[in-house]
Structures are given as C-alpha cells and as structure tokens.
C-alpha cells in the first residue's frame, strides 16, 4: 500500500509542483484536489513525516497549517515527541498551536505549561529567535495560563527581543504593579523595550495609567509618543 507521503507526491506531481519548498495553500487549491486533501489523515501523515530520518519539512509545514484551519489538536503530540526534527518549522508549529480553538480552558493551560518548559534546555531554547516564538503566544491572549512564570523567566532573560515579548506578555495578563514602578526606570530601558514598557503599561487602571503616562510623556521622543497614543487608545486593560 502506498504511504501518505508517496500519495502526497503524487498529488503534488498532478499539482506540477517540482520542489518540495514550494508552499501549498489549501485555499488556493480547487474543489477537487481540496477534496483530495481532506481525505488525507493528515495527522498520520503529520507522524510519517516527523518520524521520518529525512524529513519533508514544506509537507510537515503545510499538515500544521490545514490542521490549524480545522482546529484539530491531533499532531500535538507528536510535535513533542520530534521536536528537534521539525524544527526548521517552528514557526508553523506555535502558529498550529494558536489556532487550536476547541481546547478546554485546562488543556490550554497544559499546553502552555509545556511551552514554557521548551525554554529550559531544550533545543529551541537555544537560540533567542525560537524562544521569542514561544513568548509571543502568551503576547496575544490570556487563554494560556502560567502567568505566575512571566517575571521570572524575563528577569533571567537575556535576549532584548525576548525581554520585549515577555514584557507584552505581562501587560497582557495584567501585572500591574510590575508596570506601576517602571516610571522610574523607564529611560534604563533599552528603546525597543521602552516602547513595550509603555504600550503594556495600558494594563493599568485607567485613572492610574493617565498619571503614569503624564508623569513621562515630557521625556518621550516622538516613536515613543506615537506609542503611547496607541497604548491608550488599545489600551491592554481591555
């Protein structure tokens, strides 16, 4: 029988796609070959290829993001159990993750958790870059928990870019009296972080942010103003 990779091929022959690093894009596809695809178990393909010693990393790519458009939650597992395999498709990987929208608040919270762990020695913690991928879910929504992690991990950073994300990340689960003393050291950042500084400092009551932002606007440049204009009118308080 012919496997799910030598199917794939196939497909992607009949596509006249001749190198596997072309991206496929399921919209793109017509009705016909869009069911040719939905009848792929494309989590079993997702392990075919993720175990494989020689990888297709565009067919593991494209599997994360058909799989992310439905939501299924299927390859979770095997992407950490051939994590430094995939690795060249991280991105896809925490892109995957956040679409996954029928997890229960405490599957959510798990995932996150193990996320987390990814950035104590383990091969993606190695290189700010994917560390900064990782952060950047807790950087969009609440719904991943962990937030009692946030201070901790950025105080041992040492990466800026992480550090920025990790400051988004406590704005956005609203550690406040975090932001409530940086008024004082606001100008020790370097300025990528600043810029976090003050947009996350929306989290703030809004009585409470108004002074704060008063209190350093005098010393703002004009990237910085810009900022903080957008912080209080997408404030993260909600």
């Known amino acids: 029988m012919d496997s799910l990779h030598d199917r794939f091929q196939e497909f ?130 609440r719904e991943w928990d962990n937030e009692n992690q946030f201070l901790t991990l950025y105080n041992h950073e040492t990466d800026q870019a992480c550090k920025r994300k990790l400051i988004l990340a406590m704005g956005r689960s609203q550690q406040r009296h975090w932001f409530q003393s940086q008024w004082r050291t606001l100008f020790e950042h370097p300025h990528w972080q600043r810029r976090a500084v003050l947009a996350a400092a929306s989290c703030m009551p809004p009585d409470a942010r108004r002074h704060w932002y008063r209190s350093v606007e005098p010393q703002l440049d004009i990237l910085e103003r810009a900022v903080m204009r957008w912080a209080r009118a997408n404030p993260f308080s909600g």
């Open 12 to 141: 992607l022959e009949e596509l006249g796609i001749e190198s596997w690093y072309e991206e496929i894009d399921y919209d793109d596809l017509n009705e016909e070959q869009q069911e040719f695809i939905n009848t792929l178990n494309l989590v079993e393909l997702f392990r075919e290829e993720a175990e494989s010693e020689d990888q297709d990393i565009p067919v593991i790519k494209f599997c994360l993001r058909r799989l992310g458009q439905l939501g299924d939650d299927g390859a979770v597992e095997y992407i950490f159990d051939n994590l430094e395999s995939i690795t060249p498709a991280f991105i896809d990987v925490i892109k995957y993750m956040s679409s996954l929208r029928y997890l229960n608040e405490q599957q959510r919270s798990e995932l996150g958790s193990r996320c987390l762990e990814l950035l104590n020695d383990s091969i993606v913690s190695e290189l700010p870059y994917h560390r900064m991928w990782i952060i950047y879910l807790f950087t969009e929504s």
